[in-house]
């Protein structure tokens, strides 16, 4: 079942807003952990990056499958 922009934007919006401090390593594998598994719930392969406040990546992960 596709999503639409909307319906994705509100997933991220609630991941970060659960992460709402200073983004580190750790944070950002428990952030990518989280949207992986609701990726994999809803059938999509994605790729997840996680950027600090300056916007310098912290972490890429790519799930098997990904384009």
Known sequence: MPMNEQEVSKIIAAA?????QKMSLKLAKALIERVERQAADIGLAVVIAVADEAGRPVAVHCM????
């Open 16 to 20: 970060i807003t659960e992460c709402r």
């Open 64 to 67: 098997d499958g990904a384009y």
